[in-house]
């Protein structure tokens, strides 16, 4: 017997949530015991007081699966608001920092500094024989840079996860 | 400070077994003029006490345990309530603040196994936070969908002094529950009631949830639509079961009639029921020509399982009554449902609860039979019901027949084998005027059987009506239908004499092993005054029917043991 999995579509949910022990855990718990997937997840303070968070969780699923994950999360007590970014008509910033890590000499130095330059990254870090980039932009293009330095002598990568943002004057 | 906020709070009971962590707890506890604790054998039965408080009275249940094991045992009552939505309120002790983390003496992560089995939990480090927690858990408990909710009290914070002051009014800063129902979904559902030509109403432990007033509610909009209606295993009660408009419960063991009205009504409005999967069968063969309405409180069971045409989010009562009022205000008048009512009469003529059975007085006793004669004697009593899980439980609620809410209680979601006589403890307790009756099967009962101390202890006249089939039943007729009868591990070996441990707890015992005991038997059990146990010896091989067979239809029902197949495929046995 076969177990069948759907295929989805790619959401971003932001949600916000009081600032107290044990959410995230919450949150996460329920992606895993109810089988949704976390394609990536950040979390931090977002208020002076500290009292409220805001979590960007990146999933995917159909539609109906997309529409539980928000309702569940919704009913969590200490959940305080669940956006779909990605919701039709809805448009939104996404970006993701990540830090790149390539050694090597000779050609392969100058062109990993040249690419880094085309793709606007920052070079944070440098010794005779490594560099660390800083790299902001959609996940997409952290992915295409992170190829490009695989060719000259990548080895390390850590990414902060998506965040991202309504466009428009009004908050969340 | 937790026992002024459990006085405040309108506490008179408490279930629970002491521990080295919650001593402060108990020592102010001693000797309380209000409240009561009640001591039982084994913190699941505290829990499961707590929930039969709770759902034959309404009020949230209070349970009271000490940390690690305390929290452990307690785990599977909570996680019943979550999955039967019932408000309870668990204080836990905890180590002290100092010791959290270190692996100490009796020390669990309460919270973290809770977590996912609570509607909410809290772990209380500022004992200035204590009271205020204390009664938002209640707030939270008891609003919206209800549920458990576990308070985690470290033992210095037990101790400590903090500010204590009884909050006017609480609103929670994030959790707002919908309870209102939308104006435009109640016009819109009552306009397709109104145009239905085969409505029908899927109720279920929503309504009972939603109180009293709700089952009357439900009983007027019935009579003003005329509609047939059906409930859930969790619902019964909520609709009275001698009115011509009810069907019975729907579902695997549900009745044809129930079943096949589903499967071919043009409008399904579902009433704080779910849509379970032991209520839907095959899910693409569910009702596949109607329209659906679901109202319930929680918006994650909408659509969940089966897409909807109209959603209404709001308390069941609360919808009920704008339903009721919107029929009257647009002035719709009940439509001609003979057609309809003829084909639901066509699948009644099957009689689908029927039972072979000898008549003789010295014949085999069918379980079904034990369920009706009881049912028969107890009519006029208003008895609570409990049942374990199991095939005496399918049968209690095929053949036992209820009036009004509060009066069935039993574990639906979760399928707690030993919920029911610690339930019918907790029922006991809240009425102790009332006739408490536990059906039982024997290997349900022994799963919290120690609870019988509890009983003789506080001189509960608790009776336990054992359907003794020397069968764990419903695992044998699954491996009858499904694993062509190889019995693994489903025989009740080494059972213990049930008539000498009443006897040990100083109960009444009574056998009953055949047909012509029966009445007498249960007379026997209703005005023995105290704690009996009755062992009714019932027809061994008895199978639970109707029943609608793993990844089946509802149209695909076993109505006879002589429809059986015998195996399966790996698909079906899957879904088991």
């Excluded at chain 1, 928000?70 to 779909?84: C, E, G, N, S, Y």
């Excluded at chain 1, 040249?114 to 959609?138: C, N, P």
């Excluded at chain 2, 309405?293 to 609360?318: E, Q, T, W, Y």
């Excluded at chain 2, 491996?479 to 025989?491: G, I």
Aim: glycine fraction near 8%; hydrophobic fraction near 45%; include cysteine.
């Amino acid at each position: 017997m076969k177990i069948k999995t759907e295929a989805g579509e790619r959401h971003v949910l932001a949600i916000t949530v009081d600032n107290e022990a044990g959410v995230l855990a919450k949150i996460t718990g329920l992606f895993t015991a109810r089988g949704y997937n976390i394609e990536s997840l950040t979390v931090a303070d977002i208020t002076a007081d500290h009292a409220l968070s805001r979590i960007t969780i990146v999933t995917s699923g159909p539609p109906p699966i997309i529409d539980q994950i928000i309702a569940q999360l919704d009913r969590l007590v200490p959940v305080h608001k669940v956006v779909d970014l990605t919701d039709a008509g809805e448009t939104h910033v996404e970006r993701e920092i990540a830090l790149v890590k390539v050694a090597g000499t000779g050609d392969k130095r100058i062109e990993a500094l040249r690419m880094a330059d085309v793709f606007r990254a920052k070079v944070v870090d440098t010794t005779l024989t490594s560099f660390i980039f800083e790299i902001t932009g959609t996940s997409d293009k952290v992915d295409r840079f992170i190829a490009l330095m695989r060719e000259c002598g990548l080895v390390e990568v850590g990414r902060t996860g998506v965040v991202a943002i309504a466009r428009g004057p009004e908050a969340l | 400070m937790v026992v002024q906020a459990l006085v405040d709070l309108g506490v008179d009971t408490v279930f629970g077994y002491p521990g080295g962590a919650v001593l402060p707890i108990y020592d102010a506890l001693y000797k309380h003029p209000t409240i009561k604790h009640i001591l039982v054998r084994h913190e699941q039965a505290a829990t499961h006490a707590a929930e039969g408080y709770a759902r034959s009275t309404g009020k949230p249940g209070v349970v009271l345990v000490t940390s690690g094991p305390g929290a452990t045992n307690a785990v599977t009552g909570i996680t019943d309530a979550l999955l039967d939505s019932i408000p309870m309120v668990v204080l836990t002790g905890q180590v002290p603040t100092t010791l959290i983390g270190t692996d100490a003496f009796q020390e669990c992560d309460t919270v973290g196994i809770t977590r996912h089995c609570t509607k909410h939990n809290y772990l209380v480090m500022d004992p200035d936070r204590l009271g205020p927690i204390m009664h938002e858990a209640f707030h939270i408990a008891t609003h919206g969908r209800p549920g458990p909710v576990v308070i985690d009290i470290p033992k210095n914070v037990q101790v400590a002094t903090g500010t204590y002051s009884v909050p006017e009014f609480i609103q929670h800063n994030s959790y707002r529950p919908q309870v209102e129902p939308d104006a435009d979904a109640i016009a819109q559902a009552i306009d397709m009631i109104a145009a239905a030509e085969r409505p029908i109403f899927y109720t279920g432990g929503g309504i009972i949830n939603a109180g009293p007033d709700a089952s009357a509610a439900l009983r007027q909009l019935v009579s003003l639509t005329g509609a047939p209606i059906t409930s859930t295993l969790m619902g019964l009660g909520a609709f009275p079961a001698d009115d011509p408009k009810w069907l019975g419960m729907l579902g695997m063991h549900g009745t044809y009639e129930a079943n096949m009205a589903m499967n071919r009504a043009d409008l399904i409005i579902a009433v704080g029921a779910r849509f379970d999967d032991r209520v839907t069968g095959r899910l693409d063969a569910f009702s596949p020509d109607s329209k659906k309405i679901h109202i319930d409180i929680d918006r994650s069971s909408i659509n969940k399982i089966v897409p909807v045409d109209l959603a209404v989010v709001g308390d069941a009562g609360r919808a009920l009554d704008a339903l009721i009022a919107a029929w009257g205000d647009k002035g719709h008048k009940a439509r001609d449902l003979g057609e309809w009512w003829r084909r639901v009469d066509g699948w009644r003529a099957t009689r689908c609860l029927d039972f072979p059975e000898k008549k003789e007085p010295d014949a085999d006793i069918m379980p079904q039979r034990a369920v009706k004669a009881l049912f028969d004697a107890t009519r006029g009593m208003d008895p609570i019901i409990t049942t374990e899980v199991g095939q005496h439980q399918m049968w209690a609620a095929q053949h036992f027949g209820f009036f009004a809410p509060n009066r069935w209680l039993t574990s639906g979601g979760l399928g707690t084998m030993g919920y029911g006589f610690p339930a019918a403890v907790g029922a006991q307790i809240a009425n102790p005027n009332r006739l408490v009756i536990c059906i039982a099967g024997e290997a349900s009962l022994q799963m919290n059987i120690q609870e019988m101390g509890t009983v003789s202890q506080y001189r509960l006249p608790v009776k336990i009506f054992i359907l003794n089939n020397e069968w764990m039943g419903m695992v044998r007729q699954w491996q009858e239908l499904t694993y062509e009868s190889r019995y693994s591990n489903s025989y009740s070996d080494s059972l213990p004499d049930f008539v000498k441990l009443a006897d040990a707890y100083g109960w009444t015992g009574l056998r009953i092993d055949t047909l012509g005991q029966l009445e007498d038997g249960i007379a026997k059990m209703i005005d023995t005054p105290g704690p009996v146990i009755v062992d009714c010896r019932v027809a061994q091989l008895a199978n639970c029917f109707p029943m609608i067979p793993s990844g089946a239809a509802h149209t695909d029902m076993i109505l006879q043991p002589n429809d059986i197949t015998g195996t399966m495929d790996d698909e079906a046995k899957a879904l088991v």
